[in-house]
């Protein structure tokens, strides 16, 4: 008889549930518009919130003034290489040999990951977080000489990437040539290769970086590593050399 009586309540209880109250609200149409969030916007603020964050922007804004090196030239960025994007993948390379228990073959960096260019100046720590605003690390991981060929296969396909410590060439879309330090890529040797951690996810199509037997992580955040290498060189230099053609 329990079991009957708990039946009955839990029957009700589902099918008062599945019941619409009286005098209840229900939707009967949805209208969307688009709202557009472009410089019109910059009109409307609020003047108290600004008045309270403007002590805080100060001290940003100081910090974010600070100089760090100095660009001679504009370090500009497009396809198939760059000033800006060779200058990240070298420091990014000889950041990585000063810190790896090893040699480090190469070294990647992704087009995506640039947010812009550097003009003739003074270069800040504004401009560094502008252009790396994320915070990823540098890794060191290893590939086979399969795995190179194939991440050029990809550059090739998915468009201009950057690299250190190698060359590559393409004719109409085919991949014709890979080396490493001069020599052709051994597609059965090991090679060690430094980039972000977040593109040994494989993000940008790079899924060559995916395939990795090693993985060493720095812990130390890329941004600062540029920071550092722009303090050292004071004045950066920055060179296409071909060693990314696309033809």
């Known amino acids: ?15 008062s549930a599945c019941t619409k109250p009286e005098g209840a609200k229900q939707v009967t149409g949805v209208k969307t518009e688009a709202i557009r969030v472009d410089a019109s916007c910059d009109a409307i603020q609020d003047s108290a919130y600004l008045e309270r ?21 504009t370090f500009w960025v497009g396809a198939p290489e760059c000033p800006l994007l060779n200058w990240l993948t070298d420091a990014l390379w000889e950041s990585a ?10 070294a990647f960096v992704n087009m995506g990951s640039v947010r812009g260019e550097w003009l003739p100046g003074d270069l800040t720590y504004g401009q560094i977080y502008t252009i790396m605003p994320f915070e ?44 490493v330090g001069g020599k052709p890529v051994d597609p059965k040797r ?3 290769l430094a980039t972000s951690n977040y593109m040994t996810g494989g993000a940008d199509h790079m899924t060559a970086l995916t ?3 090693k993985y060493w992580d720095s812990k130390l955040l890329i941004r600062d590593l540029y920071i550092e290498a722009a303090q050292e060189q004071d004045t950066l ?4 050399d071909g060693r990314v053609q696309l033809l």
């Open 97 to 106: 040999k000063k810190v790896y228990p090893g040699k480090v073959d190469v």
């Open 237 to 240: 230099r920055a060179v296409v």
């Open 190 to 192: 090991k090679y060690t």
């Open 53 to 73: 964050l403007a002590p805080y922007k100060e001290v940003v804004d100081r910090e974010m003034s600070v100089k760090v090196g100095y660009v001679p030239d």
């Open 136 to 179: 990823n690390t540098l890794v060191v991981i290893t590939l086979t000489g399969e795995n190179l060929i194939e991440l050029c296969d990809s550059i090739v396909s998915y468009g201009a990437q950057g690299l250190a410590g190698m060359r590559m060439t393409a004719v109409d879309g085919q991949l014709a040539d890979v080396t």
């Open 211 to 213: 395939r990795y037997s």
């Open 1 to 15: 008889m329990k079991k009957i009586l708990l039946f009955v309540v839990g029957s009700l209880f589902l099918f």
